[in-house]
């Protein structure tokens, strides 16, 4: 999940417009950019639209590590490509959240300042080959697990954008898990690499479907404007289910003994993650939080001047053809 | 085969020059990932360095089959030293800031495009087929650099003199790519690959049009640097190997 713990606002419009507009969503209609909405929805869409454009923003760092060392011409291609498709969601993101009256710039400044958030999940570092794999296998498969049902969220422009992301999302996953295979069968040093990915990015992943529903205080208002479709706990044990067998066919280990089938729920059993550290990296305490939000300050500075000059240039360009007519 | 003609092993070697130029600029622009300018240009240049990569493997994959050896177009990006790389200087030159980057593609991109318009008509139709394909990439290389160089030559002042530095640092690795040696007359003679000289007319023109729209000068100085198509190169490209081939040497018993 890309949006994690996302404020619902609270809406202090007309109680009569904010029945037409939920009886809307509960007929299943689309919400359009210009269509009358409550603030709090508004607020709470842009909030989590660009939560969620910052996490494919630096979302492309932990994989862009890895593409000057990626092991042949065809695995570098296909890293550069994944990470190219997560630039293309972030700017369908953007401009999704554009929609609700707020800028890139905007966004920009706001992840910079620390003021929004992105996933916790990329506050990890990346540090073998293998890692390639662990990322698209789990943390796009969560990724995809939380995204699959927001296609059929309320407001159009982010269903629509979603659409567009899932096709290319579960590419990415099957690539991942392409790489997990290789290195899982490969030699005794791959495979233990393997296994090393697996270890750390496994409670990590669990952590990106937010904390458990019971601490969840934001989920009922999103989940009635249909933003959140599921809960957080509904999707983990989702993504749980669909895993442990994809682990247990590449020879791998979950690094949790608690990990057993229970007939009676249908489900897999399983640990907790740490919610403490969950919180600690959401606070900006992680283990690459500094570098991460220091690399996008960093392009952002450097970036300036280019900005400028392309905005000279247009203004020029405008004078000048001002003059001529 | 255990010995090549002396027609293959110069089209061994005019096929590294290729595929290496692609190789190790397609990686120096792939270093940007995620730290460009704006969101368009990570796009962008990430787009660039996928082409390349993908040009990589069509010539490194020729070079390969004439040599004849078993190599791969992995074995000769991954497993050979700086001294058996044949790529141009200027491509390995340092993305330094965005406007070097950008003039770095632009000053190739006016060479790469014509070179493989003239590759289209070699008597070989492998090479014909790749610069075809090639070629439809390059175009669009070619328009987004030399854009964007006017745009920010013709920019702010800051814009413009640091597209100037750009260019007046660059300037002299651009002599290399237009200078034949006996490997490319032994290729032209054979009707196989252009000889790199009979590019510099259309070359020049772009070049001259496109920096003179930018408002920026083609700096006074006549050396040129020369060396990296006969393997001697700066420093830097021995640094971006050992980055880019670390994993293939420290695990040579692996498949990826």
New interface residues.
């Given amino acids: 999940m890309y949006a994690q713990m996302v404020k619902s606002e609270a809406t202090n419009d007309d109680p009569e417009k904010l029945a037409a507009f939920q009886a809307r969503i509960d007929a299943g209609e689309k919400i359009e950019p210009k269509d009358w909405m409550p603030e709090g929805y508004r607020k709470t869409l842009v909030r989590q639209i660009g939560q969620h454009a910052h996490s494919e923003i630096v979302g492309q760092l932990p994989e862009g590590n890895w593409i000057t060392r990626a092991p042949t011409l065809e695995r570098k291609a296909i890293l550069l490509a994944k990470v190219q498709d997560e630039a293309g969601h972030g700017l369908y993101l953007y401009c999704a959240a554009e929609t609700l009256g707020v800028s890139r710039d905007d966004l920009t400044e706001a992840l910079l300042s620390g003021k929004m958030k992105y996933s916790s999940i990329f506050n990890y570092p990346t540090l073998t080959w293998a890692d390639m794999g662990a990322v698209g296998w789990l943390v796009d498969g969560a990724a995809i697990m939380n995204q699959v049902p927001l296609q059929r969220t309320s407001f159009g422009p982010y269903a629509r954008a979603m659409v567009r992301i899932c096709k290319e999302e579960s590419f990415h996953q099957r690539q991942g898990y392409d790489i997990m295979m290789k290195m899982a069968f490969g030699t005794p040093a791959q495979k233990a690499m393997a296994q090393d990915a697996l270890n750390r990015f496994w409670y990590p992943s669990l952590m990106m479907f937010g904390p458990s529903d019971k601490d969840s205080v934001h989920s009922a208002q999103s989940m009635a404007w249909r933003i959140k479709m599921n809960t957080n706990d509904e999707l983990r044990q989702k993504f749980v289910d669909q895993t442990v067998p994809q682990a247990e066919y590449l020879g791998l280990t979950i690094p949790d003994p608690a990990v057993v089938w229970n007939a009676e729920k249908g489900g897999y059993d399983y640990s907790e993650p740490d919610w403490t550290e969950f919180f600690e990296v959401i606070k900006g305490n992680g283990p690459c939080n500094a570098e991460r939000i220091a690399a996008r300050q960093k392009a952002w500075d450097d970036g300036a001047w280019v900005r400028d000059g392309l905005m000279a240039h247009a203004r020029k360009r405008a004078g000048a053809q001002v003059a001529a007519e | 085969m255990d010995t090549m003609t002396d027609l293959d092993t110069a089209l061994f070697a005019g096929l590294c020059r290729l595929g290496d130029s692609t190789?190790v600029l397609g990686?120096r622009v792939?270093?940007w990932?995620?730290?460009?300018?704006?969101?368009?240009?990570?796009?962008a240049l990430?787009?660039v360095?996928?082409d390349l990569?993908?040009q990589?493997?069509m010539w490194?994959g020729l070079a390969a089959e004439i040599e004849g050896k078993g190599r791969d177009?992995?074995a000769l990006?991954?497993r050979r030293d700086v001294w058996e790389f044949r790529n141009l200087l200027l491509v390995e030159r340092p993305n330094g800031?965005?406007?070097h980057t950008l003039m770095r593609q632009f000053l190739f991109d006016a060479w790469h495009q014509p070179m493989l318009k003239a590759l289209e008509s070699s008597g070989d139709p492998r090479i014909a087929g790749i610069a075809a394909k090639a070629g439809r990439e390059v175009a669009y290389h070619l328009e987004r650099s030399a854009d964007l160089v006017?745009?920010?030559g013709?920019?702010?002042l800051?814009?413009?003199n640091?597209m100037q530095a750009a260019l007046d640092t660059l300037w002299p690795y651009t002599g290399e790519m237009m200078t034949a040696d006996a490997t490319d007359q032994a290729l032209a003679e054979a009707g196989i690959m252009a000889a790199p000289d009979s590019i510099r007319p259309e070359w020049d023109a772009l070049v001259r049009d496109v920096l003179a729209e930018a408002t920026l000068g083609i700096p006074p100085g006549t050396h040129m640097h020369k060396g990296g198509k006969q393997g001697q190169h700066s420093e830097h490209l021995g640094h971006m190997l050992a980055?880019?081939q670390?994993?293939?040497r420290a695990?040579p018993?692996?498949?990826?």
């Fill in positions: 190789l990686h792939s270093e990932c995620g730290h460009a300018p704006v969101l368009e240009e990570d796009i990430a787009n360095a996928l990569i993908g990589t493997q490194l177009a992995d990006a991954f800031d965005f406007g006017i745009r920010l013709d920019g702010s800051e814009s413009h640091r980055t880019m670390w994993l293939q695990y018993d692996a498949t990826w």
